[in-house]
């Protein structure tokens, strides 16, 4: 079965340093990789996704992630952190299976910034 | 300003009570969702639809059930056959059900037990 690993539940990190929140995935198949961020009592927004072509993705708020197809891993970064980073980060796999294509989520990792 | 709308954003149950989570899109899409989020544990797949009239168990059903007699609402009961409800409810949508099809979320309505 497809599953995705978040090892990190929480990272806390001083403003301006650089970030890595890690994501392995597990899937015989292509997959399709997707990163949502989720600010308190909000629900989840997309931040950035693989589909194809080059492996490094970037989001217009300065987060990038790379699919790295033999390790399965598409972890995020950021090279300078702020204050409003802070929220709960989700990395999620898209499948294939019957007939339905289930996005299947990580547990999340808290990213707390502090000053 | 096009998007998905869930109401109420607090919700409280009573023991033995039903409770419906209202979800209304105005983006045109076909595709919606439930999720269940409980802390550490991510989001968790409730019920699909695909298209209108059909709808299909995700992967913790259990004491819940859905409706979609209209293309933009896919409103979402909480039965009294779920024992542990406290948690946060989360709709999506997406134009398809395609691969590459990006789900967008809404705001989520937050259930409580009494």
């Known amino acids: 079965a497809q599953s995705v690993t978040q090892l990190d539940s929480q990272v806390p990190v001083f403003e301006e340093a650089p970030v890595e929140l890690r994501c392995n995935y597990s899937?015989?198949?292509?997959?399709?990789l997707f990163w949502y961020v989720q600010y308190p009592n909000q629900g989840l927004q997309l931040l950035l996704k693989?589909?194809?072509?080059?492996?490094l993705v970037e989001s217009i708020n300065g987060f990038e992630a790379e699919f790295n197809k033999s390790q399965t891993s598409f972890h995020l970064r950021k090279p300078s952190v702020h204050i409003s980073d802070t929220a709960e980060y989700f990395c999620?796999?898209?499948?294939?299976?019957?007939?339905?294509?289930?996005?299947?989520f990580g547990t999340g990792t808290l990213l707390a910034v502090q000053p | 300003d096009g998007g998905i709308t869930q109401s109420p954003k607090y919700l409280f149950r009573k023991e033995g009570q039903n409770v419906t989570l209202s979800c209304e899109q105005n983006?045109?899409?076909?595709?919606m969702y439930w999720y269940r989020q409980d802390p550490g544990q991510g989001l968790r797949l409730i019920y699909y639809?695909?298209?209108?009239?059909?709808?299909q168990k995700g992967d913790i059903a259990e004491g819940y059930s859905v409706s979609r007699e209209k293309k933009e609402s896919f409103p979402l009961t909480v039965t009294s056959a779920q024992k542990n409800p406290t948690a946060f409810y989360l709709c999506?949508?997406?134009?398809?059900?395609?691969?590459?099809?990006?789900?967008?979320f809404g705001p989520g309505t937050r259930l409580l037990v009494l």
């Open positions: 999506a949508s997406s134009s398809s059900q395609g691969l590459q099809e990006t789900q967008y």
């Open positions: 899937s015989s198949v292509s997959v399709y």
């Open positions: 693989y589909l194809s072509g080059s492996t």
């Open positions: 999620a796999v898209r499948v294939y299976g019957g007939a339905t294509n289930k996005l299947i």
């Open positions: 983006l045109n899409h076909d595709a």
């Open positions: 639809s695909q298209i209108v009239n059909d709808f």
